[in-house]
């Protein structure tokens, strides 16, 4: 019996989402080595006669391709290409600050994202705390890296000329707990690489603690990071296992968009 009118779009909508789930899955093999039909089955839950059908049109269009030799398949072409398409359009400034404002609605406090401009962080995007008391800062104004807690995140994860030029610019103390000399922040950025996100412990300005995350792009770089800042009043060091996760999640969900490979809690670097 043919489907009624009502039934058809649920059928097709269906059928599309089974499709989409299969790309979906594909992308996660990120060596290509590609995914066998009864792979693909048995990690979506679906019949191998379902994937075969769903496989057939996306093959045909470039969407999914077979590996020679093995007979797997593996995205095509065709998903590059749509991939290139929409890095070219993205705008960090602009297009993520809704992950900016939903991170400081969760915390309460002022949140900025910044982008790399050796020995400085720039500030491109910002979203004020709805508190009366919060820091003053500014969309364009500049800050040292080694000082600041999203300057370390993207310095952690920096070429060892963009670590010279910083130590050339000079490490003068902003604050009685700023890093002033190589050996410590060559310490830090350790840290910092191995833990996944940074703070500014009151470090480049009095008053004012901020946990900051890295965030990544395609070509696995790190030239932007998103931080969280408030006066140490609302943000005692007792809170910042809290801020963590807070942070690094809404910096690997930026990476995502721009890109970038996400493993297991961190981005590809």
């Known amino acids: ?16 989402r089974r499709a989409l789930s299969i790309l979906q899955h594909l992308g996660d093999d990120v060596h290509g080595e590609g995914q066998t039909i009864t ?35 593996r ?55 709805p508190h009366a008391v919060r820091m003053f800062s500014r969309i364009g104004n500049t800050q040292p890296m080694y000082s600041t807690s999203v300057g370390k995140c993207i310095l952690a994860h920096a ?11 000079g490490m003068p103390a902003r604050t009685s707990t700023t890093i002033t000399n190589e050996r410590e922040l060559r310490q830090e950025l350790a840290r910092v690489r191995e833990q996944g996100w940074a703070i500014d412990d009151v470090e480049n300005e009095e008053g004012i603690r ?27 060091s007792t809170r910042v296992p809290e801020l963590v996760p807070l942070v690094t999640h809404t910096a690997r969900e930026i990476s995502r968009r721009l890109g970038a490979i996400i493993h297991e809690g961190k981005s590809s670097q």
């Open 39 to 73: 792979q693909v089955a048995a990690a979506l839950d679906l019949n191998k006669s379902t994937v075969t059908r769903l496989l057939q049109p996306l093959v045909e269009m470039s969407f999914v391709e077979q590996v020679p030799v093995s007979g797997a398949y």
């Open 75 to 129: 995205l095509s072409w065709q998903t590059a290409r749509l991939g290139q398409t929409y890095l070219a359009g993205v705008q960090p400034s602009k297009d993520m600050h809704q992950l900016l404002v939903e991170l400081s609605a969760e915390t309460a406090e002022t949140v900025h994202f910044v982008r790399s401009a050796t020995p400085h962080v720039v500030y491109i995007d910002k979203v004020d705390s």
């Open 210 to 236: 901020c946990v900051a995350a890295p965030v990544f792009d395609a070509s696995g770089e790190c030239s932007h990071a998103l931080s969280v800042s408030g006066p140490v009043t609302r943000v005692p």
């Open 1 to 16: 019996m043919n489907p009624t009118p009502a039934q058809a779009p649920r059928n097709n909508s269906a059928s599309l």
């Open 159 to 169: 070429s060892e000329e963009a670590i010279a030029s910083v130590l050339a610019a």
